[in-house]
């Protein structure tokens, strides 16, 4: 079906709710619709199978405006329909879709503590990202909220979760974190466990939140661009390169091809860089570090070529505004094939040890299986949900760049385990190292850069980029001047974690390291807080429910 | 009177400091970071940089550290746990801060959730500048406080600025 189609098609299924129809660009369909329509118009969608909720954007149209406005992106292959749901700004009212769309939740929280938008029927109010003792109906990313303010507020002295220490007859509770050994990156645990096994499971993050959003409403395009790298410094080119793809889309401003396939051939070495980082931090979870040292000892040869070709190690700023900074002469171009020979013989073999080790298989096969309808309804990305069967690439799906004219094949793998999500990711980096091949081989001729305007046109667009965790996914808003409006970032990692602790229930206190290092958690760039819902009634589970479900589990 | 002190406590000292040049605990905090610092703290770990040769090795637990590494601004939620983790180590202790946001909140400098640099919060021995720094930049900066212990000077003991407000 081509793109059109498709936006017909939706258009058709909204057509009784459908206030205003607006097309602000070609992939796109923005269908204006009244809050008490919002549940109804889902569900259509979702029972029409129109693609997956990819995000939820807030806005606040300023203060004269009196409106906020949330918009529900769904992405269908390329096209994208956002239903968009306009508010008074007093008295702002949506109600949940969690119901229809599970990890829905995480968006919904995070409107409402940035926005105020109160969300009816939210199962879990804690708070997302912010301190619990933020003040109330302080909201950090309305248009009347400055980061002067935040600086008069007072410290915050709160440290919510729960101490460790025997909570039942049996049952204790274990907290892990900020600081711990496993992850290099705060984030809380507390696992409660019944013996061995662990009956619930609970995660606050934030420790990292630090409002980038905000900030970059304050910044120029260029500046942005920076900041945007520092979200998270593992993908830290993806993400350059989806602010600056969404910018350039704005600015109708055509990209040379040379620096599209330059940009393509950072983000593949990128990913080589990333998925080595994880295959050795799971190795190491698993007590098998002697994989994890030659995993990042092979990953340094990575390294090296990044630094040769952009002058870093980490965030490298590749990108311009309408281009890149480097180019890649014969040398490097030879340099990088080299260390391209040396990595696919290292990867062939680390894909060997993973399905062949009996130590490491037992620690991974079979273990946190994730199914195919059970991802989807997860609303997984990534590796993690190409290693249940799903097919979902963004890179396979919806071509950017240099992906049209060099592409990539979709790699998944059925199982769904932790062995297949371990195999997904080494054979994904076969196929990067494929490509790039292909990219050096035939480098297309021509200059580095376009030339950028100052000021970016006023318009909205989307840029989804497949970084190496999955989806990731760019709202950015202009209003004709020198910052942005709005961006708003929506990362994989956010939509990865609902599994995780699914499936941490039930299993023992030793899985959990290894189930929290399978699906490549990252917090810098997500940061939010989770708690187990019952998938199946949408309820919080009670404490006798988790404890009856521990103790049945365990006697099976 | 002399103040010098006996030969058994200068030797005693000497013998401590030895020990300690040699077997540095290390333990890494991150206070908000975008990653970037945390993964080339790891990178020394690793066979290429190696910094266990020098005897430094990182724990899991602040009760057996020497050394604090910390990287990232201080976001408002993380800065309580900072200065507890601070407080469980065993005395002396040193403070590494790795990286641009750690030293005076870098890129992130002003928005609403981040409070600032670490030593705004707890005190520091030793910065190193780099967004982020390079492997071998972070195990200068261990290097140069190992340089600054072998002086045998016992030094005085650090007080966190606001260790009042956590005591209880
Ligand atoms: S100094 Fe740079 S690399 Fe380090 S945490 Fe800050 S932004 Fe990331």
Redesign the interface.
């Known amino acids: 079906m081509s793109i059109e189609q498709k936006l017909q098609t939706a258009e058709q299924l909204l057509a009784p709710w459908n206030k205003e129809t607006i097309r602000p660009e070609e992939n796109r369909l923005d269908v204006v619709i009244q809050p008490e329509a919002l549940h109804e118009a889902v569900s259509v969608l979702h029972e029409a199978k129109w693609g997956y909720l990819s995000a939820i954007t807030g806005m606040d149209m300023g203060v004269e405006a009196g409106q906020l406005e949330a918009l529900y992106h769904f992405c269908n292959g390329p096209a994208i329909t956002s239903l968009r749901v306009r508010m008074p700004r007093n008295e702002a009212v949506v109600s949940s879709i969690a119901d229809i769309i599970p990890p829905a939740t995480f968006f919904e929280r995070e409107i409402k503590e940035m926005f105020g938008i109160e969300v009816n029927g939210l199962a879990v109010t804690d708070h997302l ?3 619990e003792d933020w003040p109330i109906g302080v909201y ?1 990313q309305r248009a009347d ?1 400055t ?1 002067e ?3 008069a507020m007072e ?5 919510q979760m729960p101490e460790p220490g025997r909570v039942g007859e049996n049952t204790f509770v274990v907290p892990i974190g ?4 496993a992850l ?3 984030g809380h645990f507390s696992f409660t466990v019944d013996g061995e096994i662990v009956t619930a499971a609970k995660m606050r993050l ?7 959003e ?2 970059a409403e ?1 910044r120029s395009w260029v500046e942005n661009l ?2 945007f790298e ?5 993908c ?1 080119h993806t993400h350059a390169m989806a602010f600056s793809t969404g910018v350039e889309q704005l600015a109708k401003v055509e990209v040379p091809m040379r620096a599209q396939a330059i940009r393509e051939l950072v983000a593949g070495l990128e990913r080589v860089h990333s998925h080595l ?1 994880w295959l ?1 931090v799971a190795a190491h979870e698993a007590g098998f570090d002697t994989l ?2 030659y995993s ?2 092979d ?2 040869t990575v ?1 090296d070529l990044l630094e040769q070709i952009t002058g870093n ?3 490298y700023s590749a990108n311009l505004l309408g281009g890149v900074k480097c180019d890649i002469g014969e040398e490097q171009s030879k340099a990088i094939k080299e260390g391209l020979s040396y990595l696919e013989t290292r990867i062939r073999h680390y894909l060997e040890v993973v399905t062949t080790d009996a130590m490491f298989l037992n620690r991974t096969r079979g273990i946190g299986t994730i199914t195919a309808p059970e991802a989807e309804r997860f609303g997984l990305l990534g590796p993690t949900a190409r290693a249940s069967g799903v097919m979902r690439d963004v890179r396979v799906e919806a071509p950017y760049g240099a992906y049209i004219r060099y592409p990539v094949s979709l790699v998944t793998e059925t199982n769904g385990d932790l062995e297949a999500r371990c195999v997904v990711r080494l054979k994904e980096l076969l196929v990067s190292c494929f490509a790039m091949r292909s990219i050096l081989d035939n480098m297309p001729d021509g200059p580095l850069t376009a030339r950028m305007p100052r000021k970016i046109p006023a318009g909205e667009t989307v840029a989804r980029i497949e970084a190496p965790r999955g989806e990731l996914f760019y709202f950015i808003k202009s209003n004709g001047g020198e910052i942005p409006a709005r961006v708003h970032v929506r990362t994989p990692s956010l939509c990865n974690w609902v599994s995780v602790l699914e499936k941490a229930v039930g299993r023992q206190l030793a899985d959990v390291p290894m189930l929290i290092a399978g699906m490549d958690p ?3 760039c997500n940061d939010r807080v989770v708690t187990v819902v019952d998938s199946a009634t949408q309820e919080n589970w009670s404490w006798k429910r988790l404890r009856e479900y521990g103790i049945e589990y365990y006697s099976r | 009177m002399n103040n010098k002190p006996s030969l058994w406590k200068q030797t005693m000292n000497k013998v401590r400091t030895w020990a300690r040049m040699n077997s540095i605990g290390a333990i890494h905090f991150n206070s908000g970071s975008c990653n970037g610092c945390d993964i080339e703290i790891l990178a020394t770990l690793t066979p290429r940089y190696d910094v266990e040769r020098f005897g430094i090795k990182l724990h899991g637990s602040p009760r057996h550290a020497d050394v604090l590494l910390v990287t990232g601004p201080v976001t408002r939620q993380a800065r309580e746990r900072l200065i507890r983790t601070y407080e469980q180590m065993p005395e002396p202790k040193f403070v590494i801060s790795v990286g641009a946001c750690s030293i005076s909140g870098g890129v992130f400098d002003g928005c609403y959730n981040v409070g600032g640099s670490v030593d705004e919060v707890i005190p520091v021995d030793v910065f190193v500048p780099g967004c982020p720094p390079r492997p071998e930049a972070i195990i200068d900066g261990i290097i140069q406080l190992l340089g600054e212990l072998q002086g045998g000077v016992p030094r005085p003991v650090a007080k966190p600025k606001i260790v009042e407000e956590v005591s209880s």
């Open positions: 990202f912010l301190p950090p909220f980061n303010q935040a600086k410290e915050s002295h709160v440290d900020p600081q711990h050994p290099k990156e705060p934030g420790y990292a939140h630090r409002g980038i905000k900030a304050s920076y900041l520092r979200v998270c410094g593992i830290s980082l050795g994890f040292m990042w000892r990953r340094e390294m190690r980490v965030n990252c917090f810098s």
